[in-house]
């Protein structure tokens, strides 16, 4: 099966608009004159409109970090759907920062992976274990939890839109990032399958799903000459714009 690779940068609470155009007038070129990979830039909600503008035409995506799954209503400091949509073509759902700081689980995860898919709007799911769960030999339990309950209900026509992205929490900004064997086995025997459970085989098959942890221009390339890592998603290094231009040049088949 051959999938499209997509890297994403994920640059969470970092640069503020005047910062982020900066950042993208450095990564533009470089990233446009990468071919074959799917590239996508998550700034914060500030630098949505911002991003959208300035990377209109280029082939490169904007993506939110988190929404709201309500349409409207009394949620103070929430966007909706159709807010991220306005400016973006992806949004990161159930990254492991939300889910340890600010209460998301399984079903909110589930049910704006729900939302993004009727808005039309690409969702990079986050999965993945922490040190301990890693360290206790659970990290299939988790990951096959993470799937079964936050992608409970899907159809499974949608189901080759959705992006997975698999991030050992340990491997999150620590600079010691899982081996690119254990990544890739990850995928293979505990991701793949639990898809392959829900959507069916061929559904399965399409899903991207993306290594993230600590990924540098170092990395990438052994990561993405593995069989079922489909792309990365990054943190640190998709503030450096030669890293994240590496990163994505890894990419290319
Ligand atoms: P990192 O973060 O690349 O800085 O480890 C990855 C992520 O949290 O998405």
Redesign the pocket.
């Known amino acids: 099966m051959n999938r499209t690779l997509v890297v994403a940068g ?1 640059w ?1 609470m970092n640069k503020t608009a005047a910062e982020a155009r900066e950042l993208v007038d450095a990564m533009s070129a470089g990233l446009r004159s990468v071919e074959n990979v799917e590239r996508v830039l998550c700034p914060p909600y500030t630098s949505l409109p911002l991003l959208a503008e300035m990377l209109t035409g280029t082939g490169i995506g904007v993506g939110a970090q988190d929404m709201h799954w309500e349409e409207k209503g009394a949620f103070t400091g929430e966007l909706s759907p159709s807010m991220v949509r306005e400016f973006c073509e992806y949004v ?1 759902i159930g ?3 939300r889910r340890a700081y600010f209460g998301e689980t399984d079903e909110t995860v589930n049910k704006k992976l729900r939302a993004a898919l009727n808005n039309d709007i690409i969702p990079i799911v ?1 999965v993945g274990e922490t040190l301990d769960e890693y360290e206790s030999g659970r990290t299939e339990e988790v990951v096959r939890r993470q799937i079964a309950s936050g992608f409970a209900d899907i159809d499974s026509a949608n189901a080759s839109r959705i992006i997975v ?1 698999y ?1 050992p929490v340990w ?5 010691k ?1 899982s081996s690119a064997e254990n990544a890739n086995n990850v995928h293979k025997q505990f991701i793949r399958p639990a898809l392959t459970e829900l959507f069916g085989e061929e559904n399965a098959q399409a899903i991207r799903i993306q290594y ?5 221009a170092a990395n990438a390339s052994e990561f993405f000459s593995q069989s079922d890592i489909d792309g ?7 503030l450096k714009p030669d890293e994240f231009i590496a990163i994505a040049k890894a990419a290319q088949p």
Request: contains cysteine; proline residues 0%; glycine residues 22%.
């Open positions: 994920n969470k990161i990254h492991s920062e986050c992205a991030e491997a999150i900004g620590t600079g990032a993230g942890g600590s990924v540098t990365a998603l990054v943190g640190g290094a998709s």
